[in-house]
Each structure stands twice: as C-alpha cells, then as structure tokens.
C-alpha cells in the first residue's frame, strides 16, 4: 500500500484489505455508479479522513504479509515438479 485512500467495488481482489486496514471505502455489489460518484465525492471532501485512511494503509502495510503470495505461489509449484 502507498498510503493512498482507496475506493474500490467489493468484488475487488483487494477489497478484503481496504477493509482490514480501514484504509477507504469500499463499495458493496451490485455496482452503482450515481453511489460511487457520491462515495468518491465524500472521500476528495475530507482531508482529515483520507489523512486517517493513509495512516491506516500505510501501517497495515508494514504489519502484513501483502507482497508475498507470488513468492509462496512459485515455491510451491516448484516444490511439486518431479
């Protein structure tokens, strides 16, 4: 993460850590695109609430394994090879 709010959809690959680092927004299903013009308008009007999601972001980010999984993913398949 790079300390930038997010707004995502929640069908997202990432929604699940938007959430868990409380780091934006995150917009349920099914998509509306009138409730996401007025989510990202909400966002880009408080300064104090994207300073607080950066915050979160960025300090999730240095608590969780986020970049790992490809690493995992590569050594198990290589594992696995006769």
Known sequence: MSGLPVLVTDVCGYAHY???????????????QERLNHLLADMLADDQ???????NGLAYADSADLYSMPQRAADIILAARP
């Open 18 to 32: 938007i959430r868990d680092a409380d780091a934006g927004r995150v917009l349920a299903s099914p998509f509306d």
């Open 49 to 55: 609430r994207r300073a607080f999601w950066s915050r």
